[in-house]
């Protein structure tokens, strides 16, 4: 008998998988399966996985903020009680840290995308922007994105966890 395994029960594993993607995550193949779970036939439930769909990424850089950007969501499953999928405040806070913490708004890449009105600020508003998109994609969240993002914004802009500082800083 091996006493010295750490391992308990309730730890969750983060898994990561590369494959094609056939059918899309929008907002009406979401919105059905939250219709499926209301009618009890269906019970959703996220798990820390992350699936990056090789048809989707454009380059190794892309696969690489996507990757951060999963892997921020499926920590935040792991280390919370979270529901993003019922609870819109959960889902803003997830959205926002991902978006924050992944490089995806860079002021390169936002110059490049022809987004940047100014040059101080441009990151938070690239975040919050990013986030909004992503919490009006769940038809529970769509109609008050804004506010659930603007609610969140400074308490999960501001947690980096996993990392000690936000990884952009030196």
Same mark, same amino acid.
């Given at each position: #008998?091996? #006493? ?7 730890? *969750? ?18 919105? %059905? ?5 209301? *009618?009890?036939? &269906? ?14 990424? &454009? ?8 990757? /951060?950007? *999963?892997? /921020?969501? %499926? ?10 999928? #019922? ?11 991902? $978006? #924050?913490?992944?490089? $995806?708004?860079?002021?390169?890449? *936002?110059? =490049?995308?022809?987004? @940047?009105?100014? +040059?101080? =600020?441009? =990151?938070? $508003?690239?975040?919050?922007?990013? %986030? @909004? ?9 769509? =109609? ?5 993002? !603007?609610? %969140? +914004? ?6 980096? +966890?996993?990392? !000690? ?6």
């Amino acid at each position: #008998n091996n #006493n010295n395994n750490n391992n308990s029960s309730t730890e *969750e594993k983060i898994t990561a998988k590369k494959k094609p993607c056939h059918q899309s995550m929008d907002q009406d193949y979401l919105k %059905a399966k939250l219709q499926a779970q209301k *009618e009890g036939k &269906v019970n959703l439930r996220l798990l820390p996985e992350i699936f990056l769909c090789q048809n989707h990424l &454009v380059n190794e850089e892309h696969a690489h903020q996507s990757m /951060v950007h *999963e892997l /921020v969501h %499926a920590i935040d499953l792991c280390r919370t009680k979270m529901d993003p999928i #019922n609870n819109c405040i959960h889902m803003a806070c997830t959205e926002i840290r991902a $978006e #924050n913490l992944s490089d $995806e708004c860079t002021w390169l890449k *936002e110059l =490049g995308s022809g987004r @940047i009105s100014k +040059f101080r =600020g441009h =990151g938070t $508003e690239c975040v919050k922007r990013r %986030a @909004i998109l992503s919490v009006k994609a769940n038809p529970n969240c769509k =109609g008050k994105a804004s506010e659930y993002v !603007d609610a %969140a +914004f400074e308490r999960c802009y501001k947690d980096t +966890f996993p990392f !000690d500082r936000h990884p952009n800083l030196k």
